[in-house]
């Protein structure tokens, strides 16, 4: 299905206007996690803190304002329909001014700088960025785009390993432990816990940040991983450290696993944290030019 | 566990009074300060635009829009991680009299001295509750460095800025560094329980 020449347009509008509402509408998901957390608590501090993400979630959702300051480093997981007939790299440009646009008719903070020089375009773009991941998906005729303004404290917060096979399984449960347990408060906890298993180094931490994107409450479809995050998940919580590191029953709001095959002397694991926020914002976008927002 | 209302400039009393867990709010100004702008201060030897003796900074790089010469409202104002500028503390407690450091994810073990030595605090604020944090900003008073755009300092004038908890008091705690030091602690255990040993 051939696209019409305006459907690039919509994309820009599209990218430019999932920028900006993500960082104020919190995922269902991701409000509802909060709000169990926030019954479960019970020391003062725990539901001071509590009550202040719910208080920022609530001006997000009712007065239109940004919950986080952080406009973090954007980044689409674009998933293109096999049936759809368009020009890629009209695709990728429309991305890009989108982000753009974002930044300057909101107006959005440009978080993205040189990283040698510091320079910083105002424009929330870069060389490499926004960062764009393409994936194909048979028999669709959709454009599904996915996007996450990845907040700074919870980037700064990513881990890799490369384990030996002979680590086993139990050599990536000590990685993740010890990692969460490392990074205490620096990634506004309660985080969700994206694990990424096996591929190579880059393949591995790619997995770790889309692990992230899953909706909580959702599991990996493979049993065997399916019972690791939810062992992973309760050692986590039971480690204490709470929202803001200052101490609390809930550490992590999900520890989600993503995996790849691997080389046969290789066992990566990759550890990439989603603050308590975790935006991200979905549109699919119909050939006909048709917009569904989701998340 | 107490709470408190400050107006700034603080005291050393003030400073002194407020123990871990307690919540704190404040009226008055508050710094905005972070990474290029205390490089610029401490490590390019520039002079700071404005005197710090008894103020409370915050660590934050807040979206902003101009509305005319040096003029910028606020978007979005929030708080930032505090352990990139930890370097730091020593010189703003003792060449500048700060009394306050406000920021996320805490200050290490060797600011707590500091703070203790010199009478000073550490305040948590909430990280990414940047909407509720925005609406206690009455109003950015002035920008300076604003080549420096987003990050800038920033003076802000706040009212029931809070409740913020107490992360670390000047009486030698550090709330952060105590619950990651109970959580590693507690790790041989939990990886037994998976089954690691
Ligand atoms: S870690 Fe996340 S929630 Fe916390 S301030 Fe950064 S972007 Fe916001």
């Not at chain 1, 539901?47 to 609530?58: E, P, T, V």
């Not at chain 2, 060797?110 to 509720?132: D, F, I």
Request: hydrophobic share 40%; net charge negative.
């Amino acid at each position: 299905m051939e696209v019409p020449p305006t459907f690039y347009d919509l994309v820009e509008t599209t990218c430019r206007d999932l920028y900006i509402q993500s960082l104020k509408e919190i995922p269902p998901d991701v409000v509802a996690a909060i709000k169990r957390a926030a019954e479960r608590a019970t020391r003062e501090v725990e539901r001071r803190i509590f009550s202040h993400y719910l208080k920022s979630i609530a001006l997000g959702q009712e007065q239109n304002m940004m919950v986080c300051q952080d406009t973090g480093i954007p980044i689409y997981w674009v998933d293109i329909g096999g049936k759809l007939r368009l020009d890629g790299s009209k695709l990728d440009a429309a991305i890009v001014r989108g982000t753009e646009r974002a930044t300057r008719e909101h107006p959005l903070r440009s978080s993205i700088v040189s990283p040698i020089t510091r320079e910083n375009r105002q424009t929330s773009t870069g060389e490499r960025i926004p960062i764009i991941h393409y994936h194909f998906v048979p028999d669709s005729d959709v454009l599904d785009i996915l996007f996450m303004p990845k907040g700074s404290g919870s980037e700064n917060m990513s881990f890799m390993k490369m384990l030996v096979p002979a680590d086993g399984v139990n050599g990536i449960k000590r990685f993740v432990l010890e990692q969460v347990v490392g990074a205490g408060a620096k990634p506004c906890p309660p985080t969700i816990v994206g694990v990424g298993i096996g591929g190579s180094s880059d393949l591995c931490m790619t997995l770790a940040k889309k692990a992230t994107t899953r909706p909580l409450g959702t599991l990996n479809p493979d049993p065997q991983l399916a019972a690791l995050e939810t062992e992973l998940c309760e050692a986590i919580n039971q480690t204490g450290i709470g929202p803001q590191g200052l101490g609390g029953d809930t550490t992590a709001l999900g520890v989600h696993i993503e995996s790849a095959w691997t080389h046969i002397t290789c066992n990566p694991v990759a550890v990439n944290l989603q603050c308590w926020r975790a935006e991200r914002r979905r549109a699919k976008i119909s050939a006909e030019g048709k917009v569904e927002v989701g998340f | 566990m107490a709470e408190f209302h400050f107006k700034t400039p603080l005291t050393e009393a003030d400073a002194r009074k407020v123990s871990v867990g307690d919540s704190v709010y404040l009226d008055g100004i508050v710094f905005g300060v972070r990474d290029a702008n205390l490089i610029r201060v401490f490590d390019q030897h520039v002079a700071p635009p404005v005197d710090w003796q008894g103020a409370a900074l915050l660590h934050t790089a807040p979206n902003v829009r101009k509305v005319g010469p040096g003029k910028y409202e606020s978007i979005c104002v929030g708080t930032t991680t505090s352990m990139r500028v930890d370097r730091f503390t020593e010189a703003l407690l003792r060449d500048h009299g700060v009394r306050a450091i406000l920021g996320k994810g805490g200050l290490s073990p060797r600011s707590t001295e500091l703070m203790q030595q010199y009478g000073a605090c550490y305040l948590s604020v909430t990280g990414g509750a940047a909407a509720m944090e925005t609406l206690q900003i009455e109003e950015i008073e002035a920008v300076f460095w604003e080549d420096l755009m987003p990050e800038s300092i920033f003076q802000f004038r706040v009212k029931d800025f809070g409740p913020w908890t107490v992360g670390i008091d000047a009486k030698g705690r550090n709330l952060q560094d105590e619950v990651q030091l109970a959580a590693k602690a507690k790790m041989g255990e939990l990886l037994a329980k998976m089954g690691v040993t």
